[in-house]
Structure formats: C-alpha cells, structure tokens
Nanobody
Framework: QVQLVESGGGLVQAGGSLRLSCAVS????????MGWFRQAPGKEREPVAR????????YYANSVKGRFTISRDNAKNTVYLQMNILKPEDTAVYYC????????????WGQGTQVTVSS
C-alpha cells in the first residue's frame, strides 16, 4: 500500500504562484513514477505532470509547460508541483498519484487539494 497526502492548495490571483506537495508513505520502493492530475468543475480529470521516482525523466502537459515544474525529494518522500504564472483556467482540484512497478496506470491517489486562481 502507498498513501498520498496533498497540501499547498489555496486561492491566488492570476500571475501568482503556488507550490503543491504530495507526501508519500508506505511501500515507496514499489513506486516507479509520480504524477499530478487536475479536475476542473464539469471537466474530466487531466494529466498535468509526471516524474519518474528516480527523478530522471519528466513530462508536462502543453497547457502548463514552461509554467509548472514537478520535482521530488526522495529523502523526504515528497513530490512537489511548483506552479508559476497561474491563470484562471488552472483552477481545479489537483491530485497526486503513484505508479507502481509492473502495474498499468496509476494505482494510488491522494484526496486532492483545491487550487483557485482569481482573475
């Protein structure tokens, strides 16, 4: 089992920044990658960024490329999403998720944290 707890969401004005954290506990040795997703009201959940657990490879959705940065601190078992130049369309509930070795997709999800960007 892997447990994920997000934090760092809140209300920010357009152009501002937030840093989301995802604390990871449990069977961390079984994790191959971590992802951030978001779901806005009335929309489907979409991928935002991904990082391998080793930290060697990252992926970003085109909508956030150049503004968001995913990183991880393995010593703290924490994954971060630094969000800069926030836009109202970034408003959503943000979730972190864990990929497990030899398992398809994302097997574990956090409870989500709300990010609201005002114009």
């Amino acid at each position: 089992q892997v447990q994920l707890v997000e934090s760092g969401g809140g209300l920010v004005q357009a152009g501002g920044s937030l840093r989301l954290s995802c604390a990871v506990s449990g069977r961390t040795l079984s994790i191959s990658g971590m992802g951030w997703f978001r779901q806005a009201p009335g929309k489907e959940r979409e991928p935002v960024a991904r990082i391998t657990w080793s930290g060697g490879s990252t992926y970003y959705a085109n909508s956030v490329k150049g503004r968001f940065t995913i990183s991880r601190d393995n010593a703290k078992n924490t994954v971060y999403l630094q969000m800069n130049i926030l836009k109202p369309e970034d408003t959503a509930v943000y979730y972190c998720a864990a990929q497990i070795l030899f398992e398809p997709g994302y097997s574990y999800w956090g409870q989500g944290t709300q990010v609201t960007v005002s114009s």
